[in-house]
């Protein structure tokens, strides 16, 4: 379709400058959008800092604790991931899923295993937490007990637990 050279478009002219102050403002635009939208939920930043507090604070006013972060990881995984047992504990009392997996298939047993953290281990297997479960590889949390090197105590504590 041609325009006339009476329309309004053969009269807007743009210059090399305006252009470039319009890509900079565009650009600076979903920069900005991209930040907001792709920002971590508050509860799931509380998680990765290890607050407490800040967590405790979000969960009394009524924040799921099953809401997840990044690769699908919930407050639950991360507090496992970084061995806040305050916070695990805190997010199966107010409800967190255990059986929860992120991306890879590994619930929050799977990032206790590995830190060798017997105390988290217990806590999660006196829940209702398959210990068989299996991640995306096909391995269950006594398969990353090995991975580790410490068969011995985690082994005895899953196996315990273990169902047939």
Avoid: C
Avoid at 4 to 20: A, D
Avoid at 88 to 98: K, S
């Amino acid at each position: 379709m041609r325009l006339k050279n009476n329309s309004i478009f053969s009269k807007l002219t743009i210059k090399p400058l305006g252009v470039l102050v319009l890509l900079s403002v565009l650009t600076s635009g979903i920069a900005a959008a991209e930040t907001v939208l792709f920002k971590d939920p508050p509860i799931i930043q509380a998680a990765i800092k290890g607050d407490y507090q800040a967590a405790r604070s979000l969960l009394v006013q009524g924040i799921d604790p099953n809401v997840t972060g990044p690769k699908n990881a919930t407050i639950l995984i991360i507090a496992a991931q970084r061995s806040h047992i305050d916070i695990a504990e805190m997010a199966i009392e107010f409800g967190a899923f255990v059986s929860q997996f992120d991306e890879l298939g590994n619930n929050a047993l799977f990032y206790a295993v590995d830190n060798v953290d017997y105390e988290l281990v217990e806590i999660l297997l006196n829940t209702q937490l398959d210990p068989n479960h299996q991640n995306t590889q096909g391995e269950a949390a006594l398969h990353w007990a090995a991975g580790v090197g410490d068969i011995a105590g985690s082994y005895t504590h899953l196996r315990a637990h273990e169902t047939v």
